[in-house]
């Protein structure tokens, strides 16, 4: 299967997977119908699936009008969000799994954004080195999402499965907050000499409007804080010793930088 990256809004990112042998498409996150039309069309696609990661205007925004261009599509999303998703069909749970073009992907459960959020992973097939994870607004390049919905012992535990995956997957999350995240990343882990490097590479690929979604798992557990609620240095900024706190202490500070 094909990604391809759709840039709408002021910084999302609506993902589109296609196959060009039975020219079918899904689209992960629509949060507008326009421009996925207009993508669908230019490549002869057709709409099978939207795969819907939480209930947000910005990622549900245009489930309504692709169901009225392709009224045979089946939109996916959270069980707990049944009655939050437009148009949703299937209620899915951790363990579920989900098909698209021949590949089968994995749903996780990732509650702390909202209580609904799920994420899916579509492990490397053969041929294909990287597995995918689209992650909604769970884990961000640099950053997590805000919790809403949710505790930072619910966050922790959702990364955690993330954390858990091969350090080559590539991470399609929904926002362009790349920049701003390294920003705030440096002043709670200055020395990280990782991290330092990804903030100068990130900067001159911002000056140059390059995406920096998808980015790679080995690298946010190098670099992203909120992957790192047990490294010594975070544990040393917080002056927190267990996950949770480690975690909460620093989206506090997120939520104020
Ligand atoms: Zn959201
Ligand atoms: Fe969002």
Redesign the pocket.
């Known amino acids: 299967m094909k990604i391809e990256r759709i840039p709408v809004l002021s910084d999302n990112y609506i993902f589109l997977l296609y196959d060009l042998k039975t020219r079918t498409a899904a689209v992960v996150d629509p949060a507008v119908a326009e421009p996925v039309l207009q993508r669908l069309e230019e490549l002869e696609l057709n709409l099978v699936t939207i795969f819907n990661t ?1 209930h ?1 205007s ?2 549900v925004g245009g489930n309504r009008k692709l169901i009225k261009h392709f009224p045979e599509l089946c939109v996916y999303g959270g069980a707990e969000d049944r009655g939050r998703i437009p148009g949703q069909q299937v209620f899915l749970q951790e363990g579920d799994t989900v098909e698209f073009a021949g590949e089968t992907g994995q749903v996780f459960f990732v509650p702390g ?2 209580r609904a959020h799920i994420a899916y992973y579509f492990p490397p097939t053969q041929g294909e080195d990287t597995g995918n994870l689209f992650c ?2 769970t884990l961000f390049a640099g950053g997590c ?1 805000r919790l ?1 919905e949710g505790t930072p012992a619910q966050m922790v535990d959702s990364l955690s499965k993330f954390r858990a995956l091969p350090d080559n997957t590539l991470v399609w999350c ?1 926002h362009e907050y790349t920049l701003n995240n390294l920003k705030f990343a440096l002043t709670v882990d200055r020395y990280n000499a990782d991290l330092q490097n990804r903030y100068e590479s990130v900067k001159s690929d911002r000056a140059f409007g390059k995406a920096t979604v998808p980015s790679i798992l080995g690298i946010e557990k190098k670099t992203n804080p909120f992957l790192r609620w047990d490294s010594p240095s975070l544990q040393e900024v917080t002056k927190m010793q267990e996950p949770a706190r480690v975690f909460g202490r620093i989206r506090g500070m997120k939520d104020q930088f």
Do not use: N, Q
């Open positions: 939480h947000h910005d990622h954004h909202t909604g607004d999402g809403f929904a």
